[in-house]
């Protein structure tokens, strides 16, 4: 596609709840990247990865929280029981993977837990 | 990872040259520096991105010395739609591999009349 694609782009779920967050990156980018950000914070990173494979996780809060690429493509990004304090948007960008390239964001889901 | 210090907040007038400046006492020899943009309700957007000296594209300059332990963006000319929050990550240069991209708070630019 032309950009980085994230859906659902708004999502209400209630307390306890399991919620999946999609992203498709741009064709032919091996770098995805997953970010959490609160309002009116900056950038929470969580996860990125190479290809299928994740070198840092070091960024996701709990674990009830998880993430996998399929395929050098699409991620899905997963909140198991999902809390309160999980409501933010959560960012998804790609790269070429080469070493300091241009990242490219998609617009986010808002995810709101109630 | 290098940690970045920028300030919280700036304002600026429609017209002016907007200079926002970075800290990176840590930068590693194969880092780059990097800025981008962010509108609210949008994900960030690159803007510029350097290792030296100067850099200058069709929307900022990029001002690095020597030393590298700090970098400045150059806005010239803001405008109102220039309002946005401006980040500056230093990233690792895996070569071949990608770089954890880990942005700070950020700086808020306020644009006015």
């Known amino acids: 596609g032309a950009g980085v694609s994230q859906s659902p782009s708004n999502k209400v779920t209630e307390k306890g709840k399991d919620v999946e967050l999609r992203c498709d990156p741009i064709?032919?980018?091996?770098?995805l990247y997953w970010y959490r950000q609160s309002l009116g914070q900056g950038l929470e990173f969580l996860i990125y990865?190479?290809?299928?494979?994740?070198?840092?996780k070091s960024g996701l809060p709990s674990d009830r929280f998880s993430a996998e690429r399929t395929g050098g493509s699409v991620s899905t990004l997963t909140i198991q029981r999902t809390q309160q304090e999980d409501s933010a948007v959560y960012l998804c960008?790609?790269?070429?993977?080469?070493?300091?390239?241009?990242?490219?964001f998609g617009q986010g889901t808002r995810l709101t837990v109630v | 990872l290098a940690k970045t210090t920028q300030p919280i907040s700036m304002d600026s007038y429609e017209g002016q040259e907007v200079n926002i400046t970075c800290s990176h006492n840590?930068?590693?020899?194969?880092?780059?520096i990097t800025w981008y943009q962010q509108f609210p309700s949008q994900g960030p957007r690159f803007i510029i991105q350097?290792?030296?000296t100067k850099v200058t594209n069709e929307v900022a300059s990029l001002f690095i010395p020597a030393d590298r332990k700090s970098s400045t963006l150059s806005l010239p000319r803001v405008s109102l739609s220039d309002t946005a929050v401006y980040y500056c990550?230093?990233?690792?240069?895996?070569?071949?591999?990608?770089?954890?991209?880990?942005f700070g708070t950020g700086t808020r630019l306020q644009v006015t009349l």
């Open positions: 960008a790609s790269s070429r993977g080469q070493a300091n390239t241009e990242a490219f």
């Open positions: 064709s032919g980018h091996t770098a």
């Open positions: 990865f190479q290809g299928n494979s994740a070198p840092d």
């Open positions: 840590n930068i590693a020899t194969n880092d780059y």
């Open positions: 350097g290792y030296k």
């Open positions: 990550l230093v990233g690792v240069n895996l070569t071949g591999t990608a770089s954890k991209l880990t």
